[in-house]
């Protein structure tokens, strides 16, 4: 009996020894496999990265000329808002010269109408 569980145990040792070599080589397989695709990923990725930072970096260009053309806006919004607050200026100041052009004209047109009234008058009585 002792010899046959000694070779019983070995047989198991054996069996087990075969499994774990066989697990092993396995194991080794997909390390090889997963170092692969990692390989192949990280060559995939490269390019794929360099795009992305140069599509950034292009964002960045169209941020800023936005930028510019809203600060240029805004620029041209404000000359527009001076522009629109002289004219309003200007209106005011050439109502005033109409309203005191046409106190001018009437008052000259009342002073020549009488000074060439008298003057008839003036004619008449001295009798011309």
Request: net charge positive; aromatic share 4%; hydrophobic share 45%.
């Amino acid at each position: 009996m002792n010899g046959t569980a000694i070779f019983i145990i070995a047989g198991a040792i054996a069996i087990g020894v075969l499994f774990l070599a066989m697990a092993l080589l396995q194991l080794r397989k997909t390390l090889i496999r997963v170092e692969q695709f990692l390989d192949q990923t990280e060559q995939s990725l490269t390019p794929t990265l360099a795009e992305l930072q140069e599509s950034l970096k292009q964002l960045r260009e169209i941020t800023e000329d936005i930028n510019s053309v809203t600060q240029g806006a805004r620029n041209i919004s404000d000359a527009l808002q001076d522009t629109a607050e002289n004219i309003r200026s200007v209106t005011k100041t050439v109502s005033g010269l109409r309203r005191e052009t046409n106190a001018l004209v009437a008052g000259l047109k009342a002073g020549f109408s009488t000074g060439f009234k008298i003057m008839v008058k003036n004619l008449i009585q001295k009798g011309g």
